[in-house]
């Protein structure tokens, strides 16, 4: 039987929220996070719920007491983080990626953090920021094998553990809309198969990034735009995808594929959310129970597998809402 569970949603404006499931109001968490912090990326740690880490624009910040109280980690000044990702089998090991394809390790808990090395395509599509890793994904199985999701640079492996990177990028190249990651993760017990999601849905790959292939979100669903994809801690085979029409839409929604992306069917049914979904995540305890977050500050749980939803609506100063994270307590 679950107990409570415990709701974190980051903004790029007015910061990092909690708030408990059954709780009507939101919390604001301030205590020793930066004035006029921006949360871009949410990791509970898989071991010790909590534990919690927030990535930001000035670097991570940890809690130990459930956000109630943060500290920053030790790392270089003006770093600005948009994922954090656990090793599969070490928890004491922590990467991050940041704005201008920087990636980052920790293997002290996420007390220091050493840099790795620097994504570099130089094809990537110029755009009015630095080039940003979105995601970061390992193989369960081999744990050298790593994946990084670059807006707008495409997709990029590494095969030693993060220290170097290869841009795998061959059913990308020239097209901006393909080349706009924003979320990649390992799918299948054997880590056969790795998904990225980008402006037009979710493309799979059953051969280490060399080939993609377009999952075709427009047989299953009227919007595909996709700004993350992710895979449920306890099945491998089902995954789950943030969708919008654009990037600024007023329609927003949730995509499930129980068979590695064969097929897929709107998981969202129930709820009305009004601007393009950010981010979904999945309770490693109580899969059944999903949340997920939209642009404009909807957030949207079921516990019971998809079958029945309930809105728990942000305060209105919360805008750009692109990070969620849900843990029983």
Request: with cysteine; proline share 2%; aromatic share 10%.
């Amino acid at each position: 039987m679950a107990g409570k569970t415990l709701i974190y949603v980051g903004a790029e404006a007015e910061g990092l929220y909690r708030k408990e499931a059954e709780d009507d109001r939101w919390e604001a968490l301030t205590n020793g996070l930066a004035p006029s912090t921006q949360v871009r990326a949410i990791a509970i740690h898989p071991e010790t719920p909590s534990t919690i880490f927030a990535g930001t624009q000035r670097g991570v910040y940890r809690s130990t007491d459930r956000g109630d109280s943060w500290q920053r980690m030790n790392m270089t000044e003006g770093q600005t983080v948009w994922s954090l990702k656990f090793h599969p089998g070490d928890s004491n090991i922590i990467f991050l990626g940041t704005e201008g394809s920087e990636v980052y390790k920790s293997q002290d808990g996420g007390e220091n953090w050493e840099y790795l090395a620097t994504i570099s395509n130089p094809d990537a599509v110029q755009m009015s920021f630095a080039t940003r890793i979105l995601g970061i994904g390992i193989e369960a199985t081999n744990h050298n094998n790593m994946y990084a999701a670059l807006e707008v640079g495409g997709a990029a492996r590494s095969v030693d553990a993060g220290k170097t990177w290869q841009i795998v990028n061959r059913n990308f190249e020239g097209n901006v809309d393909l080349l706009d990651l924003h979320g990649v993760t390992v799918g299948a017990a054997d880590s056969s198969a790795v998904f990225i999601s980008n402006r037009t849905g979710v493309w799979r790959s059953t051969d280490k990034g060399e080939n993609w292939e377009n999952l075709r979100f427009e047989k299953f669903s009227a919007i595909q735009y996709s700004r993350g994809v992710v895979s449920d801690p306890k099945d491998p085979n089902t995954l789950y995808a943030c969708v919008g029409l654009n990037f600024g839409s007023e329609e927003g929604g949730v995509m499930r594929s129980t068979d590695l992306g064969d097929t897929w069917e709107r998981f969202d049914k129930g709820g009305e959310a009004k601007s393009t979904t950010f981010g979904v995540a999945i309770n490693s305890q109580y899969t059944e129970q999903v949340y997920f977050c939209t642009r404009r500050g909807q957030v949207f749980g079921t516990h019971d597998g998809g079958n029945t939803w309930k809105e728990h609506r942000l305060p209105d100063s919360a805008s750009n809402v692109i990070s969620v994270a849900c843990v029983s307590a």
